[in-house]
């Protein structure tokens, strides 16, 4: 099945730095792509869905690679700010409508 | 818009009684349901597929004997953990979707056990 890994566990970068989560996956059948923020004590919050057909999407204050031909999918927070402090994970998900997450990465983002 | 929601929200149990957690689809036919664990400090672990029409497709390490799952019509679904113990801790994710890729999901089901 499908496994995706992802990197790094945590993160630490000062505010207006930027912050990069990377995961990658094995199914090449993949073709739909999540992040999700997760804040302490509550679910999980939508960032950007990526179909397999577009590379880059921009979002607010951060934007997501897809590389197909790495299996690589990655978020990138432009100009981090505290309240970008919480939990990210990424999930792919391919045509036998079952969605896989990785690790999570725990971002702190200080003043 | 498509929303979901799960009840109850928090819940504690005794180790070795049994709780059952609902999932409520509105605004869009949940013609798919899926239940997710998040134990603490951890990923979120698919616990099983449930596609109206077919048989619910439980994943490695789960099993319906533990987790029997209800998808009785497009807007709900339930699971029950029986038999809670402390590994069975955790938030529990209902996603739900209608036929495409983009899955729904509720705010969850926090499980204590004591």
């Known amino acids: 099945g499908e496994q995706v890994e992802q990197r790094p566990p945590h993160l630490s970068v000062r505010e207006g730095d930027s912050a990069v989560i990377t995961c990658t996956y094995t199914?090449?059948?993949?073709?739909?792509f999540f992040w999700y923020k997760q804040e302490p004590g509550a679910s999980l919050q939508l960032l950007m869905k990526?179909?397999?057909?577009?590379e880059i999407n921009e979002g607010q204050g951060f934007t997501v690679l897809l590389n197909k031909k790495d299996k690589r999918l990655s978020l990138n927070l432009t100009a981090a700010h505290p309240g970008d402090s919480a939990a990210y994970f990424c999930?792919?998900?391919?045509?036998?409508?079952?969605?896989?997450f990785g690790d999570g990465t725990q971002l702190v983002v200080k003043p | 818009g498509a929303l979901v929601y799960q009840y109850p929200r928090r819940t504690i149990c005794k180790s070795g009684t049994s709780m059952r957690m609902e999932c409520q689809a509105v605004?869009?036919?949940?013609?798919?349901v899926a239940w997710y664990r998040q134990s603490p400090q951890k990923t979120f672990e698919l616990i099983a597929l449930?596609?109206?029409?077919?048989?619910?497709?439980?994943e490695q390490n789960f099993t319906q004997e533990k987790f029997p799952i209800s998808h009785p019509n497009l807007s709900f679904s339930s699971m029950t953990v029986l038999n809670a113990y402390l590994e069975d801790r955790g938030l529990y994710l209902c996603?739900?979707?209608?036929?495409?890729?983009?899955?729904?999901f509720g705010p969850g089901t926090r499980l204590t056990v004591l």
């Open positions: 999930a792919v998900s391919g045509s036998n409508n079952r969605i896989f």
């Open positions: 199914d090449p059948n993949s073709y739909y």
């Open positions: 990526v179909f397999s057909s577009t």
């Open positions: 605004g869009f036919q949940a013609t798919s």
């Open positions: 449930s596609t109206v029409n077919s048989a619910i497709k439980y």
């Open positions: 996603g739900a979707r209608e036929g495409g890729y983009e899955q729904y």
